[in-house]
């Protein structure tokens, strides 16, 4: 798998209804009672805007905790859909891709009950499909420049380089994980921000030529233990194809295969739980390098 895979361009994704449940979903969430956007809220929808251009169908549902009246909860979780749906339309004015509703309130049994209601039932999901009549996974577009040209990047000095620089002071067995190596929602292909860091992680095992590690891929938003859906596969081992992924990159630009293993782990080990923002989402969405050989 060459370099240039990791710039083709953004087209559409969704995880199918068989793996309903297991997609890697955008969330928002909100205090008691409240449905206006915080400032948290806008920066992530300015984040996720510019994939409603490649995409046909936004799905947006809002959802109410068990704090209140049924009739009063479905109004909120309404409320909450279609002003997100409302700032989304002022980012992207294609206003037939976008649909909200209410789910109302989710029920939780009577012993759970406090009166901080359940946070993370508060919340919208976004979610982004392609259309209905789409078959099959659709072919990767990618950009025609060379692979190597792709590696001149000037290097950072920023905390994953430094995390990257100190791995061969770590012991056996000792880890550093890269929640800054981002992958496309519901996908096991990096973007374009994380590149350097890869350049700079295949720089560093060249140097230090006996270094092992195994690269452990992990998913978000949920927690049932099990693997997340990947689009392009079209089965549910979304943690492992980003482990192998950034395995591939590595053989391919020299590393030695017997360095190497990889593993994903799904959702069994999340950095935290339970998610409640989408920094907490970003932070169990990652990639952990594990030291296991010098």
Do not use: W
């Not at 309903?20 to 205090?31: C, N, P, S």
């Not at 590696?151 to 100190?166: A, E, H, P, T, W």
């Not at 295969?257 to 920094?279: C, H, I, N, T």
């Amino acid at each position: 798998m060459k370099l240039r895979i990791l710039f083709f361009l953004f087209i559409t994704f969704k995880i199918f209804p068989s793996y309903a449940g297991q997609r890697d979903t955008v969330r928002l969430f909100y205090d008691i009672n409240k449905k206006e956007l915080t400032q948290q809220h806008k920066i992530t929808l300015d984040s996720v805007s510019r994939f409603i251009r490649d995409t046909t169908v936004v799905k947006i549902h809002g959802f109410a905790d068990y704090l209140g009246k049924r009739d009063s909860n479905y109004t909120l979780s309404t409320a909450r859909a279609e002003i997100v749906k409302a700032y989304l339309l002022k980012l992207h004015s294609k206003s037939e891709r976008l649909f909200a509703n209410g789910k109302g309130q989710v029920d939780v049994s009577t012993k759970a009950h406090s009166v901080i209601g359940a946070p993370f039932n508060r919340r919208v999901e976004i979610i982004f499909s392609p259309p209905a009549t789409v078959k099959a996974a659709p072919k990767k577009a990618v950009v025609t420049t060379r692979p190597r040209d792709t590696l001149r990047y000037k290097r950072k000095d920023d905390s994953v380089m430094r995390r990257i620089d100190n791995l061969a002071n770590k012991k056996i067995g000792d880890s550093i994980s890269f929640k800054e190596l981002t992958f496309l929602p519901g996908r096991h292909f990096l973007r374009q921000s994380a590149v350097p860091y890869m350049v700079e992680l295949k720089d560093y095992m060249k140097a230090h030529p006996t270094l092992k590690i195994e690269i452990q891929g992990h998913i978000c938003c949920q927690y049932d233990g099990r693997d997340g859906a990947d689009f392009d596969t079209r089965k549910n081992n979304l943690s492992l194809m980003r482990a192998k992924f950034i395995y591939d990159f590595l053989v391919s630009e020299g590393i030695e295969p017997q360095r190497m293993l990889f593993k994903g782990l799904g959702s069994k080990e999340p950095k935290v739980y339970p998610e409640l923002s989408a920094d907490d989402q970003d932070q169990n969405r990652r990639v952990v390098i594990v030291l296991i050989g010098k």
